[in-house]
């Protein structure tokens, strides 16, 4: 089985992770001899996001027939809604899902009909975060203490450029890793608490059990409609235990890797479902705490490499 990265240039670990199971992959980049992704297999030449769909298909096509690609694996939010309206082999939720999940707003307004309950709604107070409708990581998302900062803030952001405003949350983080199948199978759920996060990237995580927010996710997921690998962040309130939604991720999030380590398996189950078929254990819901192999506590810290290209 050989795979197509598109937008995974830092996923090396993703990459091994794939590459120690025996699936094949090869990276594809705008600039590919400057990613490190090339330290641990090949990676072709990209396009611009955007650059027409139809010049984009048919330069997606060319490739897969080149380097006999078997599926697409969007690991960017831009490259979704690229692979996701392809007509090419992907592994992937629906175009209308990208949008819901990419646009903050769409989000927002399908939390309000069907989690209103876990939406950090404004209140009169402060502090407040305001986050832009687009964007991904951390980037332009705000804390405010009082009203002269959130208007400094207004004066100082584009025009053009939404802001979604709510309350802050004192609480932990956690990321949901979950797999769904095209046949809307859940068959696994791996929560892991964000420690420590850097420009929107988890840097200290540790796997651990919790059954309410895996029920959350695995709703969130099935409202959603996911397809294949998806992460959703989830805030539980200190004071009162509550969870909030924050956003979801229709795609590997970049710690995922942690819950592969603890035994959530994603590269397999992706081998499983789109190369070998569907098997027994994609019946069921399956949650981590019940696979013999998980290992919760385990912890992932990051450090800085370098890679030489």
Same mark, same amino acid.
Request: proline share 4%; glycine share 8%.
């Given at each position: 089985?050989?795979?197509?990265?598109?937008?995974?240039?830092? +996923?090396?670990?993703?990459?091994?992770?794939?590459?120690?199971?025996?699936?094949?992959?090869?990276?594809?980049?705008?600039?590919?001899?400057?990613?490190?992704?090339?330290?641990?297999?090949?990676?072709?030449?990209?396009?611009?996001?955007?650059?027409?769909?139809?010049?984009?298909?048919?330069?997606?096509?060319?490739?897969?027939?080149?380097?006999?690609?078997?599926?697409?694996?969007?690991?960017?939010?831009?490259?979704?809604?690229?692979?996701?309206?392809?007509?090419?082999?992907?592994?992937?939720?629906?175009?209308?899902?990208?949008?819901?999940?990419?646009?903050?707003?769409?989000?927002?307004?399908?939390?309000?009909?069907?989690?209103w309950k876990h939406l950090p709604l404004k209140s009169e107070g402060y502090p407040r975060i305001l986050k832009p409708r687009f964007g991904f990581g951390s980037n332009g998302i705000h804390k405010v203490h009082t009203w002269e900062e959130?208007?400094?803030? +207004?004066?100082?952001?584009?025009?053009?450029?939404?802001?979604?405003?709510?309350?802050?949350?004192?609480?932990?983080?956690?990321?949901?890793?979950?797999? +769904?199948?095209?046949?809307?199978?859940?068959?696994?759920?791996?929560?892991?608490?964000?420690?420590?996060?850097?420009?929107?990237?988890?840097?200290?995580?540790?796997?651990?059990?919790?059954?309410?927010?895996?029920?959350?996710?695995?709703?969130?997921?099935?409202?959603?409609?996911?397809?294949?690998?998806?992460?959703?962040?989830?805030?539980?309130?200190k004071e009162t235990g509550h969870l909030y939604l924050i956003e979801c991720n229709a795609r590997f999030g970049g710690g995922s890797v942690l819950s592969i380590e603890a035994g959530m398996d994603m590269p397999s189950m992706i081998e499983?479902?789109?190369?070998?078929?569907?098997?027994?254990?994609?019946?069921?819901?399956?949650?981590?705490?019940?696979?013999?192999?998980?290992?919760?506590?385990?912890?992932? +810290?990051?450090?800085?490499?370098?890679?030489?290209?």
């Amino acid at each position: 089985m050989k795979i197509l990265f598109v937008g995974g240039g830092r +996923r090396v670990g993703l990459a091994k992770a794939f590459l120690e199971r025996g699936i094949q992959v090869v990276g594809w980049e705008l600039n590919p001899k400057e990613t490190p992704l090339t330290t641990v297999c090949p990676v072709v030449q990209g396009l611009g996001w955007n650059t027409e769909r139809l010049a984009m298909q048919n330069h997606l096509n060319r490739v897969m027939e080149t380097w006999n690609i078997d599926f697409l694996l969007p690991l960017q939010d831009e490259a979704i809604g690229i692979v996701a309206q392809s007509y090419l082999p992907r592994i992937c939720s629906s175009i209308e899902t990208a949008q819901t999940c990419f646009d903050k707003f769409q989000f927002h307004q399908f939390c309000a009909e069907h989690f209103w309950k876990h939406l950090p709604l404004k209140s009169e107070g402060y502090p407040r975060i305001l986050k832009p409708r687009f964007g991904f990581g951390s980037n332009g998302i705000h804390k405010v203490h009082t009203w002269e900062e959130e208007d400094t803030l +207004r004066e100082h952001t584009a025009q053009n450029t939404t802001q979604l405003i709510y309350r802050w949350i004192d609480g932990d983080e956690y990321t949901v890793d979950i797999y +769904r199948t095209k046949d809307k199978n859940i068959i696994s759920v791996s929560p892991r608490l964000r420690e420590r996060v850097a420009g929107g990237e988890v840097v200290n995580s540790t796997v651990v059990w919790d059954e309410d927010i895996a029920w959350l996710a695995g709703e969130v997921a099935d409202k959603l409609d996911i397809i294949g690998p998806a992460c959703v962040q989830i805030i539980k309130e200190k004071e009162t235990g509550h969870l909030y939604l924050i956003e979801c991720n229709a795609r590997f999030g970049g710690g995922s890797v942690l819950s592969i380590e603890a035994g959530m398996d994603m590269p397999s189950m992706i081998e499983a479902e789109y190369s070998s078929g569907p098997t027994t254990f994609m019946n069921s819901r399956i949650f981590m705490d019940r696979y013999d192999n998980w290992k919760p506590g385990l912890k992932m +810290r990051r450090y800085f490499s370098e890679v030489y290209i």
